[in-house]
C-alpha cells in the first residue's frame, strides 16, 4: 500500500523544529496534524485533548501507550489514542536524509458521539448492549485499503484551498469514523471469538467458518447458524463487520493458504481445495487480488524449502 501523499504540505510548512515539527491544519470538526522529526528521539511525549487517530507516513516510531505493550509504529499502520492519554515515542531511525512523518487527526467529540448515537438509533448491533462505541482504549492496526483512501481525502482537504471543505470533510469523516468502529468490531471479534460465540448470532456463524473453512460453505448454511434470514443476515453482517460474509470467507481462506504455502510442501492445486475453494482458476484470482500475486509466486518470494 503507497504512502500518503503529503506533496502539497511539504511545498508550504515551515520546518522549525527537528524533533516533531508541527503544522496543524484546523476545521470545524477536527484538526490534522502533520509531525515531522529530523533527528533520532526517545521519550518525546504528546497529548491530545480530542480522540486521535495517528498514522505513519513515512520511517520508525516505537510507541508507549498506557496499558498496552510498546509496538514499533510503520507506514500503512494506524492508532487511535483516548483524550488525555500520554502517547511517549522513540524516533531510532530518524535523520536529516530520512525524517520520520506522521499525522494526527484530532477529532471532536460531538462528532463521534453524533454518529455513535445515529447508528445505535438506526443501525444497533446484534446481540451487543453495549451498542456501536468509538475506541475508549487504544486501538492499533494496520490500514485497510478503504480506510487508508479516507485518510488520503482528508489530507488533501484539509491542505487544500477550498471554501466548501468543511462541508467535504465532515462527509468524508463520517464514514471514516464508521469504518473505524467496524474495523474494531472486527478486531474485538477475532480476539473473543470462543466467547461471543456464546451469546452472539454472528460471533457463532463466524466461529462456524472457522471450523469448517475446508468445506463449501454458503449464506444460506451461515444464516441457518445465526438464526436468521439470508437477506438479513447478509445485511447486519455488513452492517456491523464492513464487508460482507462472502468477503470474510475469502479473507480467512486466503490466510490460511498463505499459512500452507509457508509452512508446507503441499501444491497449489491441494492448498486450493484444503482451503475450501473447488476452482483452481477462481483461487489463483483471488489470492492475487488479496496478496498481489500467484500463489506460486507469493510462495517463491517467502519460503526456501
Not at 460471533?203 to 460453505?217: C, D, M, S, T
Not at 500475486?293 to 510462495?299: F, I, L, S, V
Request: aromatic share 10%; hydrophobic share 40%; proline share 4%.
Amino acid at each position: 500500500m503507497n504512502s500518503f501523499d503529503i506533496t502539497t504540505h511539504l511545498q508550504s510548512r515551515k520546518l522549525e523544529l527537528v524533533v516533531e515539527n508541527r503544522t496543524a491544519y484546523t476545521l470545524d470538526n477536527a484538526e490534522l496534524n502533520i509531525y515531522e522529526t529530523h533527528q533520532a528521539a526517545q521519550n518525546v511525549e504528546l497529548t491530545f485533548s480530542n480522540p486521535v487517530l495517528a498514522s505513519m507516513i513515512r520511517g520508525k516510531k516505537v510507541m508507549h501507550l498506557t496499558n498496552s505493550p510498546s509496538f514499533d509504529f510503520f507506514p500503512g499502520e494506524s492508532v487511535i489514542v483516548p483524550a488525555h492519554q500520554t502517547m511517549r515515542i522513540d524516533f531510532p531511525e530518524a535523520n536529516s536524509k530520512n525524517p520520520t512523518q506522521c499525522l494526527a487527526l484530532a477529532i471532536s467529540p460531538t462528532k463521534i458521539r453524533t454518529i455513535v448515537e445515529t447508528l445505535n438509533e438506526h443501525s444497533p448491533l446484534v446481540d451487543n448492549n453495549e451498542g456501536w462505541q468509538f475506541a475508549n482504549d487504544n486501538f492499533y492496526f494496520t490500514n485497510e485499503a478503504a480506510i487508508h483512501q479516507l485518510i488520503g481525502r482528508l489530507i488533501y482537504l484539509f491542505t487544500e484551498n477550498n471554501a466548501a471543505k468543511d462541508y467535504f470533510a465532515n462527509l468524508v469523516l463520517q464514514e471514516l469514523i464508521v469504518r473505524l468502529m467496524q474495523t474494531k468490531a472486527r478486531m474485538v471479534l477475532s480476539t473473543n471469538l470462543q466467547q461471543l460465540a456464546n451469546t452472539n448470532r454472528l460471533a457463532y456463524a463466524i466461529k462456524y467458518v472457522q471450523e469448517n473453512i475446508h468445506r463449501n460453505l454458503t449464506i444460506k448454511d451461515l444464516a441457518d447458524k445465526a438464526c436468521m434470514s439470508e437477506p438479513n443476515f447478509f445485511r447486519c453482517f455488513k452492517q456491523q463487520y464492513g464487508i460482507t460474509p462472502v468477503e470474510y470467507i475469502n479473507q480467512q481462506r486466503i490466510q490460511l493458504a498463505m499459512k500452507l504455502l509457508y509452512n508446507t510442501s503441499y501444491s497449489v492445486s491441494d492448498i486450493c481445495f484444503a482451503c475450501g475453494y473447488n476452482n483452481l482458476n477462481y483461487f489463483q484470482k483471488v489470492f492475487k487480488k488479496a496478496a498481489g500475486d500467484t500463489p506460486a509466486n507469493y510462495r517463491k518470494k517467502i519460503v526456501k524449502f
